[in-house]
């Protein structure tokens, strides 16, 4: 065998070596670990299947090691109290839409501005870009570590008492709303009666008619059932949520680099699945629910621009309160994918 050809086996042989010698350091590095994983959607929703597949790459990527539990539908309590319990320690991972964490850093209150996006492409490309990675990056402070932004969608108007396709329709309808200000505000400019509640309190207030109806993508209301106790809905889409995925800093802080870049790593293959799968039941959704005797109507184009125009003060008002270079940034990410200069 020629000399040179030997030296290179050597050298491969070293390489591969250190690459087994790093292997197990890396399974060394990798402890037993059980996660608690609550959230308030059903396991049946898109977010409760992005959990799953969560969780199956995580203990596929710790051989095994590490384990996440699943607490669906809101069983550990609503999105605040569980928020509570991801800074205390106690729950190591949860989802929630940007607003909720707009008390903290009210910069995540820009996702929430009503009509900000057109589509979901638009979406991606500044919860992907600089703009959401920024975002992310106040939450250690908080006691939170944001790992990647899921999708809940656009958000449509349903409820008990009449058919809407003007925004007149809305005058004196109670609807639950997010437990955020942008959202309160928001509805109550429409002429509507907003009464916040945290989820797992929805169905019951709509069935006992303590609200007359809520909002909320049409892939909850199939999941949540709120067919069952809503008669109507609108496509209205008067505003985009998309889904942080947070885990717990307290118990960040303690797990080794190998296991924090197994749950990055598991959380970025999540996220291109939970958002097409997010996609397809949205699609479909409108027609299950007319299935189950639902009467959709269709919120016209001009509609909408009459909403966006009545709630430019509100947009206004929420706008005035965040780092004006971080605004401009997300506008002109933007104009950018929508190929106009701002």
């Not at 009210?106 to 057109?118: G, H, I, Q, V, Y």
């Not at 049409?218 to 985009?240: C, I, M, N, P, W």
């Not at 506008?331 to 929508?338: A, D, I, M, N, T």
Request: aromatic share 8%.
């Amino acid at each position: 065998m020629p000399r040179k050809l030997q030296h290179r086996l050597a050298a491969l042989c070293v390489a591969l070596s250190s690459l087994g010698m790093a292997g197990v350091a890396d399974a060394q590095n990798i402890q037993e670990r059980n996660f608690k994983f609550a959230f308030v959607n059903q396991k049946e929703h898109p977010q409760g299947m992005g959990a799953q597949r969560f969780a199956e790459i995580v203990e596929k990527k710790s051989g095994g090691k590490m384990k996440v539990k699943l607490f669906a539908s809101g069983v550990l309590g609503g999105d605040a109290a569980v928020i509570s319990s991801l800074q205390g320690g106690t729950v190591d991972l949860t989802m929630a839409i940007p607003g909720l964490l707009s008390g903290m850093a009210k910069e995540f209150s820009l996702f929430d501005l009503p009509f900000l996006f057109n589509n979901e492409k638009e979406a991606d490309v500044v919860l992907d870009g600089p703009v959401g990675r920024k975002l992310l990056d106040k939450l250690p402070e908080k006691g939170l570590i944001g790992l990647t932004y899921f999708e809940h969608g656009f958000r449509n108007v349903t409820n008990s008492r009449r058919p809407v396709a003007r925004m007149e329709d809305l005058q004196g309808l109670r609807l639950r709303v997010m437990q955020i200000p942008v959202m309160i505000d928001a509805f109550g400019a429409l002429g509507a009666n907003p009464s916040p509640l945290p989820l797992p309190e929805v169905y019951t207030a709509l069935e006992q008619r303590a609200v007359d109806g809520q909002e909320n993508p049409y892939s909850l209301v199939e999941a949540s059932k709120y067919y069952e106790v809503q008669r109507y809905g609108s496509d209205t889409r008067h505003a985009f949520n998309p889904v942080v995925l947070l885990f717990s800093k307290k118990v960040w802080d303690r797990l080794s680099e190998d296991e924090r870049m197994i749950l990055r790593d598991a959380a970025r293959e999540t996220q291109p699945f939970q958002r097409a799968a997010n996609r397809d039941v949205n699609a479909r959704a409108a027609e299950f629910l007319k299935s189950k005797g639902m009467v959709l109507t269709e919120f016209s184009a001009q509609e909408r621009e009459r909403l966006r125009d009545k709630l430019k003060p509100v947009t206004d008002k929420y706008v005035r309160q965040i780092d004006p270079a971080l605004t401009q940034e997300l506008f002109s990410e933007l104009g950018k994918v929508r190929g106009v200069a701002r």
